[in-house]
């Protein structure tokens, strides 16, 4: 029980975050310095800007996909395991799922410009990076000691 709590709690807690750090950004906030940018930015694709082809068919399909792997990962028992890194991971996908329902693409904001032009992206993407990192860590050092 105690790892449904932290899962939901941390879900739900990314969500928030992360609109209402777009919502400063749908509302016009803009700052700017040599390497980094914080700018509105609409991507209608994925990483990248990739799949932007698919339009309005893209948020359908991730629907399936994050219902999917939230099934995989219920059924095989990871939310206990890995409880606050899914709740990260999940909270973060449903929030910009979220955007794109709302707004048509993900709101992203932070952009990387000093030596090299980076992908623009968000706190969702970010949490979802640091989730996956995290999950990746944990298997692995479980892995050794057994």
């Keep these: 029980m105690k790892n449904y709590v932290i899962f939901f709690l941390v879900a739900f807690g990314t969500i928030i975050i992360d609109q209402n750090i777009k919502s400063l950004f749908v509302h016009g906030y803009f700052w700017d310095s040599n390497c980094l940018s914080l700018e509105f930015h609409l991507n209608r694709g994925v990483a990248f800007s990739m799949f932007e082809f698919l339009g309005e068919y893209l948020k359908w399909i991730q629907i399936v996909l994050i219902s999917g792997i939230f099934a995989f990962v219920i059924y095989d028992g990871y939310l ?35 030596g090299f032009n980076f992908a623009v992206f968000n ?22 000691d057994s």
């Design 80 to 114: 206990k395991q890995f409880s606050f890194a899914i709740g990260l991971l999940l909270g973060s996908a449903v929030s910009n799922l979220y955007d794109r329902f709302l707004h048509g693409g993900v709101i992203d904001y932070i952009a990387w410009h000093c």
């Design 123 to 144: 706190y969702a993407d970010v949490m979802i990076n640091i989730s996956v990192i995290y999950i990746l860590l944990i298997s692995y050092f479980n892995s050794k």
